[in-house]
C-alpha cells in the first residue's frame, strides 16, 4: 500500500460543483501540503499543515480550502469548481522542520468542464 | 512568480553528462533538494544539500553554493530511464514552506 494516498485519481467535474479532494498517509507525518502543477509552472503550493490546528495559505489559495481532520488527512476543497482550476493535484507529507524530503501521493486529475 | 529558476528543457543523447542549474533569490532556507518526476507520476525525493558543495550518490550528484545563491544537478552516464522532469526545492525558514522550481524536463535521445 502506498505512504501517501489520494482519491479520487480522476476527476471529472462542472463549473459551480462543489469537489473534495482527499489525502491520507501512514507515514506518521506532522507536516502536509496539498500541491497544483500545471504545465510549465512546476509545483505551486495551494496549503500546507503542520499539525491538526496549524493551517496555513500557499502562494495559490484562492478559490480552495483544506481542512485537516486528523494526522493523517489533510482534505483540499474547491467550493464552486471553475475551468482554470483543470489540474494535476498532488498531497505531499514531511516529518519534522527543516525536513525537505517530501513524500508524494500519485496524484488526482481534475478537469472541470 | 517562482523564486527558484531553473531552465525549462534539455536534451541530451544517452551515456552523456546533463548540468541543471537551479538559481535562487531567497534567503534563509535549510537547504535544496532535487526531485524527479517521471511523466505521469508523482515527484521523489533523489538528494538534498544541508551545506555548500557536493553530495553524490550513484550517477546523480548535487551541488549547492549559498554566496552564489546556485545550486546544481548533474546526471551521469545518461540512460533512457532518466527521462522525467527535474525540480529543485527549499523549505523557506520564514514560513517553513516547501517550495519548488518550475522543473527542468530531461530527454535523453538514443
Known amino acids: 500500500d502506498a505512504d501517501v494516498t489520494q482519491t479520487p485519481r480522476n476527476r471529472i467535474t462542472k463549473t459551480g460543483k462543489r469537489i473534495m479532494l482527499e489525502c491520507s498517509q501512514t507515514?506518521?507525518?506532522?507536516?502536509m501540503y496539498w500541491y497544483r502543477q500545471d504545465p510549465g509552472l512546476g509545483l505551486r503550493l495551494i496549503y500546507y499543515s503542520f499539525d491538526v490546528k496549524d493551517i496555513n495559505k500557499g502562494e495559490i489559495s484562492d478559490g480552495y480550502s483544506v481542512s485537516r481532520q486528523a494526522q493523517a488527512k489533510f482534505s483540499l476543497s474547491l467550493e464552486s469548481a471553475i475551468p482554470n482550476q483543470t489540474a494535476l493535484y498532488f498531497c505531499?507529507?514531511?516529518?519534522?522542520?527543516?525536513?525537505?524530503?517530501?513524500?508524494f501521493g500519485q496524484g488526482t486529475r481534475l478537469t472541470v468542464v | 512568480g517562482q523564486s527558484l529558476e531553473q531552465p525549462s528543457e534539455v536534451t541530451a543523447v544517452e551515456g552523456a553528462i546533463v548540468q541543471i542549474n537551479c538559481t535562487y533569490q531567497t534567503s534563509g532556507f535549510y537547504g535544496l533538494s532535487w526531485y524527479q518526476q517521471h511523466d505521469g507520476g508523482a515527484p521523489t525525493f533523489l538528494s538534498y544539500n544541508a551545506l555548500d558543495g557536493l553530495e553524490e550518490t550513484g550517477r546523480f550528484s548535487s551541488f549547492l553554493s549559498r554566496s552564489d545563491s546556485y545550486g546544481y544537478l548533474l546526471l551521469q552516464e545518461l540512460q533512457m530511464k532518466d527521462s522525467a522532469s527535474y525540480f529543485c526545492?527549499?523549505?523557506?525558514?520564514?514560513?517553513?514552506?516547501?517550495?519548488f522550481g518550475g522543473g527542468t524536463r530531461v530527454l535523453v535521445k538514443p
Open positions: 507515514k506518521g507525518h506532522d507536516r
Open positions: 505531499a507529507t514531511s516529518a519534522a522542520r527543516g525536513d525537505t524530503e517530501a513524500f
Open positions: 526545492a527549499v523549505i523557506k525558514a520564514a514560513g517553513n514552506k516547501l517550495t
